[in-house]
């Protein structure tokens, strides 16, 4: 004979599985800690105020040239 399988538990496991999968993808995409997003913050600023640094005066407006 078969086994008896409890339905009720079989959907609840099932349900655990598929947020234990959630879960792992957002820590992926969204589990950094403040220090990072700092770092990474910083780092984007240095490298637009660097690449600000080599454009010739004239460049630096933000109006329309022509």
Known sequence: MADVINLKRFKK??????SA??????????????AERALDERRKDRAGDLLDQH??????????AS
Do not use: W
């Not at 454009?55 to 329309?64: A, I, M």
């Open 13 to 18: 496991r099932s349900e655990r599985e598929q």
């Open 21 to 34: 999968k959630q879960a792992e993808t957002n820590r992926a995409r969204f589990g950094r800690t403040k």
């Open 55 to 64: 454009k010739l005066p004239g460049e630096l407006d933000d109006g329309d």
